[in-house]
DNA sequence: ATTGAATGGTTCAAAAAATGAAGTAAATCG
DNA sequence: CGATTTACTTCATTTTTTGAACCATTCAAT
């Protein structure tokens, strides 16, 4: 059953391919989330992933497809529990930096430990396939801040 | 700036790296999901997705993520709609297989088209380079499937 | 067979999460 | 300076998700 599943795949686009990939990787990841740090929101911890440095709350919310008033009531939360704070862009005085607390770096740091301990569980490949699956992987994290920004001040 | 992220990222184990591609990449297909088909709710087009054949619903439960009532919701949602039908699964009685209607494969064949259009776009991988990565999303893939279902059966 | 426990799915009320319209404060533009 | 736009907040409403009680079927042990 799973070589017709797969032998099917195989015969489809390289990209749908890629992409069914993809999404099995990133819901392995969402089902791990759900295990460690039970005190944590999905919500929250894709902001925390999502604060590899401060960034603006606009900026969240164009990051993680939701709108502004989605993304204050999670950063109350995680401001509330310790993860982050809040403070003034001093380019702008109407918009707010969040920053990680180091709560909030060291639960980072977890889950993205827990999010490479998926990758290697998950994904089988050997070791040189997981270097060049990374440099690919690296590429496309680029392109896509790179395509995004400009399309993320659409609307 | 850009460059700042970037070169942080190098610097993490290739693990991380991967995961942190995979992450982008499925945001910016979720982001095309926003777009296409108004009609349909996220975890609709989720359900779509995963039905690439006729599936349990305990089998989509454990596989996206929910609880049995989540997917009773959806499914219901779904078959008003006419993208599926419940057929009972001869091998259990007690169990219902969702099957796609012909509406439903051509709307998830739309879906899955969106998905490698979105590929495409959001990599800047070249022609080589997403073979590449489509071989190994194939690999990682059949791996999830295989070390998936045992896990799938937990609680 | 018969009974008891387990499994697959449904119902529905309650909880949680996401939204969007109206509001405040700071920046920008003419 | 005043008008407009931008960045975020508030909060009431809507949407989504959950979980406990439930029905029907299967499985296991007599």
Redesign the interface.
């Known amino acids: 059953m799973?070589d017709?599943?797969?032998s099917?795949?195989?015969r489809?686009?390289?990209?749908?391919?890629?992409?069914?990939?993809?999404?099995?990787?990133?819901?392995?990841?969402?089902?791990s989330f759900?295990q460690i740090e039970t005190d944590l929101s999905h919500q929250e911890c894709h902001m925390l992933?999502k604060l590899?440095?401060p960034k603006r709350m606009g900026v969240l919310a164009s990051?993680?497809?939701t709108v502004p008033s989605t993304i204050t009531a999670t950063a109350d939360s995680l401001e509330a529990s310790g993860h982050l704070s809040r403070q003034r862009d001093p380019e702008d005085r109407r918009a707010w930096l969040l920053v990680l607390t180091e709560r909030g770096k060291r639960v980072r740091s977890m889950l993205?430990?827990a999010?490479?301990?998926?990758?290697?569980?998950?994904?089988?490949?050997n070791d040189m396939?997981?270097?060049?699956?990374?440099?690919?992987?690296?590429?496309?994290?680029?392109?896509?801040?790179?395509?995004?920004i400009p399309e993320g001040l659409k609307k």
């Open positions: 799973t017709d599943i797969s099917r795949l195989a489809l686009s390289p990209e749908i391919q890629a992409m069914m990939g993809v999404y099995a990787l990133y819901w392995k990841l969402e089902e759900d992933i590899d440095e990051d993680m497809l993205e430990t999010a490479g301990d998926v990758f290697r569980r998950a994904s089988g490949l396939e997981t270097i060049e699956f990374a440099r690919m992987a690296r590429k496309i994290r680029d392109n896509i801040i790179e395509i995004g």
